[in-house]
T-cell receptor
Framework: DQQVKQNSPSLSVQEGRISILNCDYTNSMFDYFLWYKKYPAEGPTFLISISSIKDKNEDGRFTVFLNKSAKHLSLHIVPSQPGDSAVYFCAASAPLSGGNQFYFGTGTSLTVIP | DAGVTQSPTHLIKTRGQQVTLRCSPKSGHDTVSWYQQALGQGPQFIFQYYEEEERQRGNFPDRFSGHQFPNYSSELNVNALLLGDSALYLC??????????????FGEGSRLTVL
């Protein structure tokens, strides 16, 4: 049962343009969402997060939007750079799960074309 | 400041064998979680260790077991290996058991191939 879904396996964007990565979830108890970036042969690294009490969180070129009614979040990267080419995972956690049990999506491979 | 370190980075086993993977958490972290990432999938939670005890477990069989040592390092053991256990095993560390809002710091992973 995939509680966090990333329906786009891959995305290609021209350098300087906006990249939009999408994520859907099914568990209404999720209250915290994160995005991780993964380069080949490396572990995922934390990128940005958002609490369910917010609908937007911004950090430099990265902005995450949360639409609770639609159970949807998105990551916007503006402007996109070639170094952003990586696999992006969204993850979610629920308070009742305790600890750090995060549910991950299957990832979206972003390619930024110079 | 050393990050999360895992060993070995790659290993090959045959069906039915047993494997032990090791993880040292980031300095200052006391909680270790293990994730399995199969090819083309996202990481899946196996279990979490805090204060040397398994505190939470995902949907994995008892063949998967672990241990946390007093220095917070951890081991993941898998018995009676199956072909389907082939995956990247990621260790993630954090501070505090209940910090579900805390970001995880991942190691590079141990790539297990079962033949």
């Amino acid at each position: 049962d995939q509680q966090v879904k990333q329906n786009s396996p891959s995305l290609s964007v021209q350098e300087g343009r906006i990249s939009i990565l999408n994520c859907d979830y099914t568990n209404s108890m999720f209250d915290y969402f994160l995005w991780y970036k993964k380069y080949p042969a490396e572990g995922p690294t934390f990128l940005i997060s958002i609490s369910s009490i917010k609908d937007k969180n911004e950090d430099g070129r990265f902005t995450v939007f949360l639409n609770k009614s639609a159970k949807h979040l998105s990551l916007h990267i503006v402007p996109s750079q070639p170094g952003d080419s990586a696999v992006y995972f969204c993850a979610a956690s629920a308070p009742l799960s305790g600890g750090n049990q995060f549910y991950f999506g299957t990832g979206t491979s972003l390619t930024v074309i110079p | 400041d050393a990050g999360v370190t895992q060993s070995p980075t790659h290993l090959i086993k045959t069906r039915g064998q047993q494997v032990t993977l090791r993880c040292s958490p980031k300095s200052g972290h006391d909680t270790v979680s293990w994730y399995q990432q199969a090819l083309g999938q996202g990481p899946q939670f196996i279990f979490q260790y805090y204060e040397e005890e398994e505190r939470q477990r995902g949907n994995f069989p008892d063949r998967f077991s672990g241990h946390q040592f007093p220095n917070y390092s951890s081991e993941l053991n898998v018995n009676a290996l199956l072909l389907g256990d082939s995956a990247l095993y990621l260790c993630a560390s954090s501070w505090g058991q209940s910090a579900n809002t805390g970001e995880l710091f991942f190691g590079e992973g141990s790539r297990l191939t079962v033949l």
